[in-house]
């Protein structure tokens, strides 16, 4: 039976990377997919992995309409096995309703990969829809750290190194070279007039505003024993 699956995680965790496997995968067995993106930082209809992976996609916009395309496509006899979907927190819950559709009508496989909250701390529409209606949600288990070694679960942005937690949802933004697929993915929309840029955080440091740059610059360490060794 096909299935509506949905792979989420925080920035750093490895979801665009495993999108290009999960479809290296199927492909290896002779299925054809599609795959499908939005506001990627490698630009328009690009899935891409900070490992240097890349591929063509289908760029989704807001008024992409998931069940006309597949539904034409197999009408002109096409083929199409599966989807691959990437930073579907970004698809509306209109066209999360379309992709269920496509797998409970037409028996077809949909992977969906995305964040599910934004620098606010706020569920996506498009995730909270998909955590509504999918066969299966999967936590991916690389966990991203926080700067301060605990288990990342917040995404945080900064602009001009302070971090904000109001403001548009899509906006350019700069991460960390270190940092995996999609930390971008909270980014490119539209240009800011600030340096914006993303990270991940703790809920802790999230809850104190309290960026690894503003650690370094208040100097946080940790305390000295209160005896000599």
């Not at 930082?41 to 591929?55: P, Q, V």
């Amino acid at each position: 039976m096909a299935e509506l699956q949905f792979f989420t995680g925080t920035m750093d965790s490895g979801k665009s990377t495993l999108a290009l496997q999960t479809n290296h995968n199927h492909a290896q067995r002779g299925r054809v997919g599609r795959i499908f993106t939005a506001h990627d930082r490698a630009g328009e209809a690009t899935l891409s992995s900070r490992l240097g992976l890349t591929h063509e996609a289908i760029e989704v916009t807001e008024n992409f309409d998931f069940w006309r395309y597949v539904v034409t496509h197999l009408t002109q006899g096409g083929r199409i096995d599966y989807l691959i979907c990437d930073e579907a927190q970004f698809y509306s819950p209109e066209q999360v309703d379309q992709l269920a559709k496509i797998v409970d009508e037409l028996q077809l496989d949909v992977f969906c990969f995305g964040i599910l909250t934004d620098f606010r701390s706020n569920l996506f529409p498009g995730s909270a829809r998909l955590v509504e209606l999918a066969d299966r949600t999967h936590v991916l288990q690389v966990e991203a750290l926080c700067w301060c070694g605990k288990r990342a679960t917040h995404n945080a942005r900064t602009e001009d190194g302070e971090m904000v937690v109001e403001g548009e949802v899509i906006v350019v933004g700069d991460t960390d070279e270190d940092s995996d697929d999609d930390a971008a993915a909270l980014g490119f929309g539209h240009r800011a007039p600030k340096h914006v840029a993303y990270e991940v955080l703790c809920r802790q440091h999230h809850r104190r505003r309290l960026t690894a740059d503003r650690a370094k610059a208040v100097s946080i360490s940790v305390e000295p024993l209160p005896f000599s060794v």
